[in-house]
């Protein structure tokens, strides 16, 4: 049962899809208070389990710390951060009287989960302007699924992206491209993609290609297509400000960028330098921006990634005219000048509160303040590229994956992660933000396995890559000056080719799990306890998840582990895949388990009486042979 509560005046985010008229009167669950803003208040029994806020930090329980909405550009997420590159605020209070609530909110909202006091939930904003939908269900797992109905069916991607992809900040050239597929193909490591990051591009144009590095783009794609791999280009959320650039032209003539309160167009620092951002939220706008992915499409491309869509701002004319008098008086002060002070304000020159504040969108001729709607803007910027395939290639999935985003967004692209380290610690945070995700509806997802920041190590990377076979989205990623983390930079290059090979195995029955999730708004991957509500042990359990109905994951996350401790909340057959194609068995008893895993193994669990497919290998995924599937189940 959904009920919805209508406050103040909200923007219409259009998360929802489902008509539901608004009630009259107060929620049944906590209280609402509009003095001083909005808040939502509730008091957690002791054993209540608090899920959702999808792309949010820490576990798959969020009691306990407190979480702001607002997509921000942080690669540096530890412990400690409340904001990371999403936007969303759907939670779900598990205890005897089950609830949901999705606050229809796009600006800042902070959830304190037992923060400032343990067994107080609030969820308050700056404006009592917003749409509350609370769901009651039987329990969690059916609660979601209700959530997911009305927020309509999320993104399926082509077949090919459940491939594996290589992505490295840095590829510049042709031969960069070749190197890398070269690199797979030689050392007989499957491989279906490789992602273009920005050098692709002409000065970081959107919509252009450097054409002393690819002097006939269209025909390397096509070579490369044919070696059966497929070139994913980046796509920024600003704009380049060049005279004679006719992305910019047209923006600026049609009145299609954001502005400031004045009238002119806001400029933000970039990549590009200066640019301007597309008003996304602006439906005409929309559909210009979203027509130039034609450009790209016309040369053969079939995927892309939209990034820098917070939208991250390094710096604004404004802010940086700020900076430059604050620092002449900080040079001419001669005493009690705190280098903090400085190294802050510096610092904070990136994504500063202050810009959201600086430049409007004009949604049906009203003109509104981008931090009223913050957390809408990639959403809009993935929701232009998606409307536009539907003209473009109607007859084709289109590969789309957004770096931040909004409940809403998931009927559009997926998401991957943003920019997290090469540390133990971001896998396990990828382990328990998975489930979290699918709850709000994004299910083509996952992170930059073996991490983007900071430089990788073998082991990390075979770690987190015997994780990413289950991710929909497999790609290995990282940043320009980090340690290079190709599958062939290592020693011994078999057990990355095991990994790898394992994944493309259980494609069939991986990209099945996938459609029939989104078909019938269901998750992917679950928390135990989703499979499992009377186990109470399984409720506890953050570094296991469930996929579709047959199997249950157990990865290893620690450095120098053998193995790890495994739960079963039922009996199930572990099955151990190995390098050359191989794969062990062994029948598992309910209970807790410790398992050996080498570098080189990935384990699964088939619950009982369950079975999945298993192909052969082939090197990309149009290749596969998916007649000819050997079953593996438990053996009874
Ligand atoms: C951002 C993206 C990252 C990309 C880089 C350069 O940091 O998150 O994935 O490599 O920009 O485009």
């Known amino acids: 049962m959904i009920k919805k509560y209508r406050f103040g005046d909200p923007f219409e985010t259009e998360a929802v899809v489902e008509n539901i008229q608004a009630e009259h009167g107060e929620p049944k669950f906590g209280e609402t208070s509009i003095d001083n803003g909005f808040s939502f208040s509730y008091m957690m029994d002791e054993d209540e389990i608090v899920y959702g806020l999808g792309e949010a930090n820490r576990g798959i329980n969020k009691r306990g710390y407190r979480y702001v909405s607002d997509c921000s550009d942080d690669p540096n997420h530890t412990e400690d951060k409340v904001s990371l590159y999403g936007a969303h605020n759907f939670i779900i209070v598990s205890g005897k009287t089950p609830f949901g609530v999705f606050f229809d909110y796009p600006a800042r909202m902070t959830f304190d989960i037992g923060y400032t006091k343990s067994a107080l939930l609030k969820v308050s904003c700056e404006y009592a302007d917003l749409y509350v939908y609370v769901i009651e269900g039987e329990n969690a797992y059916d609660i979601v699924k209700q959530f997911r109905k009305i927020i309509g069916r999320s993104y399926i991607p082509p077949r090919f992206a459940f491939g594996f992809g290589q992505s490295r900040w840095g590829y510049k050239t042709k031969e960069d491209f070749v190197k890398v597929l070269r690199g797979y193909r030689d050392h007989h490591i499957p491989l279906d993609m490789i992602y273009m990051d920005i050098d692709y591009m002409q000065d970081y144009k959107d919509f252009t290609v450097n054409e002393e590095n690819f002097p006939d783009f269209a025909e390397f794609v096509r070579k490369m297509k044919e070696e059966g791999v497929r070139l994913i280009p980046i796509i ?58 034609r450009f790209l499409i016309d040369q053969g491309i079939e995927g892309f990634w939209n990034d820098m869509n917070e939208p991250a ?36 020159l990136a994504n500063s509160p202050e810009d959201y504040k600086r430049f409007y969108h004009c949604v049906n001729g009203k003109m509104i303040r981008h931090d009223r709607v913050h957390n809408l803007y990639g959403y809009n910027m993935t929701r232009a590229a998606g409307e536009a395939f539907e003209k473009i290639a109607p007859d084709k999935r289109i590969l789309m994956f957004s770096r931040s985003s909004y409940i809403g967004m998931h009927r559009y692209g997926g998401i991957w992660t943003g920019d997290n380290k090469s540390w133990w610690d971001h896998l396990l945070l990828n382990i328990k933000m998975m489930p979290s995700l699918n709850m709000c509806g994004f299910l083509y997802s996952g992170a930059d396995l073996g991490g983007f920041g900071a430089d990788a190590t073998r082991d990390l990377v075979l770690r987190w890559l015997a994780f990413g076979v289950f991710t929909p989205l497999m790609r290995n990623h990282a940043a320009t000056g980090t340690r290079e983390q190709e599958a062939y930079q290592f020693e011994d290059t078999d057990d990355f080719r095991g990994i790898i090979e394992t994944r493309y195995r259980l494609i069939p029955y991986l990209y099945d799990t996938f459609i029939k999730a989104a078909e019938n708004n269901d998750m992917y991957f679950k928390p135990l306890a989703f499979e499992y509500p009377d186990d109470t042990f399984a409720a506890g359990v953050e570094d296991q998840l469930m996929i579709g109905q047959e199997i249950m994951i157990a990865p290893v996350y620690t450095q120098n582990a053998k193995g790890r401790y495994v739960y079963l909340p039922e009996e199930m057959t572990l099955v151990k895949f190995t390098r050359d194609n191989h794969y062990t068995r062994e029948k598992l008893a309910k209970g807790h388990h410790y398992i050996e895993v080498s570098l080189a193994e990935v384990p699964v669990f088939i619950r009982k009486g369950k079975t999945i497919p298993i192909v052969k290998v082939a090197e990309c995924v149009e290749k596969l042979d998916t007649e000819h599937v050997e079953y593996q189940g438990c053996d009874n």
């Open 313 to 348: 701002i390094f710096y604004s004319r404004e802010g940086m005219d700020e900076l430059k008098s604050y620092i002449k008086e900080y040079v001419q002060e001669t005493e009690d000048v705190s280098p903090w002070e400085l190294g802050d304000r510096v610092r904070n």
């Open 236 to 293: 920024d959320a600003g704009v380049k400000i060049e005279k004679g650039y006719s992305v910019y032209e047209e923006g600026v003539q049609k009145g299609y960028f954001c502005k400031r309160e004045d009238g002119s167009d806001f400029a933000a620092a970039v990549w590009p330098g200066y640019t301007h951002f597309p008003d996304v939220l602006n439906k005409e706008a929309r559909e210009w921006f979203g027509s130039h992915y």
